[in-house]
């Protein structure tokens, strides 16, 4: 028996890193999981990962940037896998460069998917929670929220992702819906991967668990927030970072 038997969850961008993390922990504990990410393959790779835990994996590929394209993926998930209990709104990238230098394509790109996304997955799902009484959001933010040297774009798609949260909370906790946000501090992913190594050590010296997180770690965080042990948890922010602060 597990703490989500039953339950279907859709996690976007989960692919690999966090959000495949994430998928995994969710099927470990009885979740059927709908793996989203750009292209087919790693979908698939992901969903078979799923499996293997005895789980059941379905695959949604689609941009979560594009508002259409996210409406028909929830209405193509709903119609051939069932009702979405749990939304995990995890799809990310990073377009890092000093404000003075950034470019509008670097800004709009970074807002499209790690802000809109989240509007367009929650525009779609929403008031199907509503009519059914009943979910579980999780939004994907981060801790650079609060500002960060280089991430101009990333810290205000960030800030806008606990902003929609808490705003999200207030609108649907009376539907039986919670809507919480997590901030992970510094996940060995590929997206952190292709800081240079001086930079990498400088962070994890700043985490005083003394080691980078995994995507487990936060799987894990997310498994919880998505059961009912974490039903009066609502427009919470959750820092999942080994103590570091920025
Ligand atoms: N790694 C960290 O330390 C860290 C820290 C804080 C927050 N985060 C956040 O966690 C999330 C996952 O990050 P990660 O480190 O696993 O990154 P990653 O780059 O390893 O994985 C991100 C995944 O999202 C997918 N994706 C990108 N754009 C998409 C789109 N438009 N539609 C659907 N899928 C898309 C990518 O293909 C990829 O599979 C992101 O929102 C990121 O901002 C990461």
Redesign the pocket.
């Known amino acids: 028996m597990g703490r989500l038997d039953g339950k279907l969850a859709l996690v ?2 989960a ?5 495949r993390g994430i998928a995994l922990e969710l099927a470990r504990e009885g979740a059927q999981v709908v793996v ?3 292209g087919a393959e ?1 979908c698939e790779k992901t969903a078979e990962a799923v499996r293997a835990l005895k789980a059941d994996a379905y695959t949604a590929p ?4 594009r508002f259409d394209e996210v409406d028909r993926m929830v209405e193509h998930i709903e119609k051939m896998f069932g009702p979405v209990s749990i939304l995990v709104n ?5 377009r890092d460069r000093r404000l003075v230098k950034m470019s509008e394509a670097e800004w709009d790109e970074v807002i499209a ?2 802000l809109k ?1 989240q509007f367009n997955t929650l525009r779609a799902l929403a008031p199907r929670m509503v009519e059914r009484g009943y979910g579980r959001i999780v939004n ?1 933010s ?3 929220w609060q500002g960060n040297f280089g991430q101009a774009n990333y810290a205000a798609a ?1 800030a806008g992702v606990i902003g929609l949260t808490k705003t999200a909370c207030r609108e649907l906790a009376a539907s039986g819906i919670t809507v919480n946000a997590i ?5 060995d ?4 991967r292709s800081v240079p190594e001086k930079v990498w050590d400088i962070m994890v010296k700043k985490i005083p668990a003394g080691r980078v997180g995994t ?1 487990e770690d936060v799987g894990r965080v997310v498994a919880f927030l998505a059961s009912d042990d974490a039903a009066y948890v609502n427009g919470e922010v959750i820092n999942i970072s080994g103590g570091m602060v920025l």
């Not at 901030?183 to 996940?187: H, K, N, R, Y």
Request: net charge negative.
């Open positions: 976007t961008g692919g690999r890193g966090i959000g989203n990410d750009l790693d689609a941009n979560v940037s995890n799809a990310g990238i990073n998917v790690d996304s994907v981060s801790m650079s960030k901030c992970p501090g510094f996940i992913t590929e997206m952190t995507p």
